[in-house]
């Protein structure tokens, strides 16, 4: 993972010494609210329902175990002792004290960390696949490229002040990890005929009141000529963007109003005549990215594995996290394993101090100091020997945090919702918890493949629900919250938007409609049929019919 | 007072304009397609972007429009909603100063618009226009950008 140099570390402990001055100048009453406002989101400090909730950002999704450690020394020390990672593989702390948010930016610089532009109008935390550098079918690490990103976006001048929050996912796979299709603009990279990389740029995706599936916008552009082309996207977008009406504010809006093909000779107008020499040291940035980034030392990694489960003894319940957790590593003997925040009938997302400083130690032993988040709220220890597996399985049940549940419908995406969120108008929490706690007996008997179920909160769609194969909107009728499904959803490279399925349903009602739903499926489907291919063949109404009996 | 207008200069000085001279400058909206402009537009020793609205940055972008592909060569300055946290961006896409009216200048205070000339973070991965500023690229590879 990139380790940071001295310039990287100033910029971060400069930005957190002028947010310090920005909350003294708004507790000495020199600034009002209004005017702290856009200082504040720009270091990823909200106001919520009951308090500030203070988004840090995890840049494309990488830890280090130190940086695990201090973020449940945080939890502690600052917090009610846990913190909830977010589907923009961020981590939020929801009741920071607003004088103390300066000294918890202070402690994350301390271990490479910060809050910069987790919120505002501006280029947010860049994603990526969860298994990058170690995913076994990977043609082109993301990893380098994040970062450059990353840099470049950090407090750009022109870009602070868009017409609404912009969203960069990358994928280097063809299995797309990182739900590019649904981001302002979704980086495809892949290896070219002479064997260097190009990415693909998909740009109009989203979700929220308006979804839509990005479109191809360029095809092959080589690495020295993406952060002008980039640049030239983000310069269009920020002047013909429209900012009379938020709720149209986006890309993929000023795409459908604008036409691809006018937008895509609007850009190449402003990459032709773009002035390049701010991105002469790119190729050589690049290069110092990726040779300042340490490389886990396979070869010499901890032998021990003194718990390992030979197949000698069985193990039903090792067995059954062993399928459905890990993942194939590029490595022979490596493993990516995955870890749940989705026990049945809890909070997703949400982890307790202990679990992350037992994780963090977790990752010095058997992963080479490094984590991951995911979008779907996990985590991931992405370099594990496969003989360290049983050791590392039994270390996780001690923490609660072995649930065999990756990728089934109980490893359910949910918003903060009601419980939380100023913007919320119905709960998503106590729905996905009531709707874990049903499913997970179901799930145990039988074999369900991957299914998503997402559950949002409000129309903004922040747990993704348009791209579920079953997705939930809960919407407030007449002071009464209703839910909303959705079928045939996904966000992997066929991305598609969801289909409403019928009249919305009570809290209650909805853990027994998705039952029905998953039931029905599991009687039609034909042998390795998914959710959403059984949908789209059978159609909107037999799965109706099942649920709303 | 509330006719004298309070130039901000990047090298730190403060000086004060009558309202209506200031009128009388060339300017140009935030919002100005650069597409759309010629020369003739911008033919004039001092040039006013006007900032329309406190989260709208499209000044930022056609100042640096104006100043690269039209090679503007005269004084540029930032007019209207904009305020001191803004200032590092101004300077950075080139601006030479800003132009505040009295009532806006005694809001914030001449202390902390001046320190804003000075800010906290001196640092840009980027390159930057601004003298107060340094590149981080540049810094690691020597390479002017």
């Keep these: 993972m990139y380790q940071y140099d001295q310039l ?37 400090l909200y106001l919520q329902l009951h308090a500030y909730m203070l988004r840090v950002a995890i840049p494309y999704g990488v830890l280090s175990s130190k940086q695990m450690a201090k973020l449940a020394d945080i939890a502690d020390k600052y917090d009610r002792g846990y913190g ?60 380098p490229l994040c970062e450059l990103l990353r840099q470049w976006s950090t407090l750009h001048p022109e870009f602070a002040y868009l017409p609404r929050k912009f969203k960069f996912a990358i994928t280097g796979s063809a299995i797309d990890r990182a739900a590019i299709k649904v981001h302002d603009i979704g980086l495809r990279l892949r290896k070219g005929s002479d064997n260097r990389p190009l990415t693909d740029i998909w740009v109009g995706g989203g979700q929220g009141r308006t979804p839509k599936v990005a479109q191809l916008f360029k095809q092959g552009v080589a690495l020295e000529d993406l952060l002008p082309y980039l640049e030239a996207i983000m310069r269009v977008y920020n002047r013909y963007g429209r900012r009379d009406n938020k709720y149209k504010a986006r890309i993929k809006i000023l795409l459908a109003e604008t036409g691809l093909e006018k937008l895509q000779e609007q850009v190449e107008a402003e990459f032709q005549s773009l002035d390049r020499t701010p991105f002469v040291n790119v190729a050589a940035e690049l290069q110092r990215i990726t040779e300042n980034s340490l490389t886990p030392d396979y070869a010499s990694h901890n032998e021990s594995g003194e718990l390992t489960n030979n197949g000698s003894v069985p193990h039903p319940e090792f067995d059954a996290w062993k399928q459905q957790n890990v993942k194939p590593h590029k490595v022979r003997g490596y493993v990516i394993a995955m870890v749940s925040l989705k026990p049945a009938g809890g909070i997703p ?19 080479h100091d490094e984590l991951r988040v995911t979008h779907r709220q996990n985590l991931v220890l992405p370099h594990v020997l496969e003989r360290d597996l049983f050791a590392l399985w039994q270390a996780l049940v001690e923490i609660e945090l072995a649930e065999d549940n990756i990728d089934l419908p109980s490893d359910i995406i949910a918003c903060p919702g009601l419980d939380y969120c100023a913007l919320a108008t119905a709960r998503s929490i106590p729905i996905a918890q009531a709707v874990s706690a049903k499913i997970r007996a179901t799930e145990k008997k039988t074999d369900l493949g991957g299914i998503s179920v997402n559950i949002s909160g409000c129309i903004n769609a922040c747990a993704h629900h348009h791209v579920a194969n079953i997705g939930v909107l809960g919407l ?38 998705i039952e029905r739903i998953i039931d029905f499926y599991v009687d039609v489907r034909d042998a390795g049929e998914s959710l959403s291919d059984t949908y789209d063949r059978v159609g909107k109404e037999p799965f109706k019919e099942a649920a709303y009996v | 007072m509330s006719d004298v207008v309070r130039l901000l200069k ?12 200031v009128a009388m400058f060339a300017s140009l909206e935030g919002e100005t397609d650069p597409a759309t402009l010629s ?58 100063g800003v132009l505040v009216p009295a009532e806006r200048w005694a809001d914030y205070g001449a202390e902390v618009w001046k320190a804003a000339l000075s800010p906290i973070v001196k640092l840009s991965y980027a390159s930057t226009r601004s003298q107060g500023l340094q590149s981080i690229w540049q810094l690691r590879h020597g390479t002017q950008s």
Aim: proline share 4%; net charge negative.
């Design chain 2, 39 to 96: 020369v003739s537009d911008i033919d004039a020793d001092i040039l006013l972007i006007e900032f329309t609205g406190a989260a709208d940055g499209r000044g930022f972008s056609l100042a640096k429009a104006v100043l690269g592909k039209m090679a503007y060569q005269g004084k540029l300055y930032a007019v209207g909603c904009i305020n001191p946290d803004q200032l590092s961006m101004a300077l950075q896409t080139g601006f030479d």
């Design chain 1, 349 to 367: 997302g949400d982890a307790t101090s202990r679990q992350m400083r037992e994780l963090a130690e977790l990752a010095v032993r058997y992963s």
């Design chain 1, 8 to 44: 990287d570390q100033s910029i971060v402990e400069q930005r957190s010494a002028e947010f310090r001055a920005q909350v003294e100048r708004r507790l000495a009453g020199s600034i009002s609210e209004a005017e702290f406002k856009p200082l504040r989101l720009m270091n990823g």
């Design chain 1, 476 to 513: 407030n009728k007449g002071g009464v919250e209703n839910y909303q499904l959705t079928l045939g959803g996904r966000n992997d490279q066929n991305a598609s938007i969801g289909e409403r399925l019928g009249p919305g349903v009570s809290g209650d009602e909805v853990p027994h409609v």
């Design chain 1, 84 to 143: 909830h990672f977010t589907t923009r593989q961020n981590i939020q702390f929801n009741w920071p004290k607003l004088i103390e948010t300066p000294d918890i930016l202070d402690d994350l610089a301390g271990v490479q960390m910060h809050a910069i532009q987790t919120s505002g109008n501006c280029i947010r935390n860049i994603t990526t696949d969860p298994f990058a550098g170690a995913a076994a079918d990977e043609e082109v690490d993301p990893r």
């Design chain 2, 10 to 21: 990047a090298d730190g000085t403060v000086g004060e304009i009558d309202a209506k001279a």
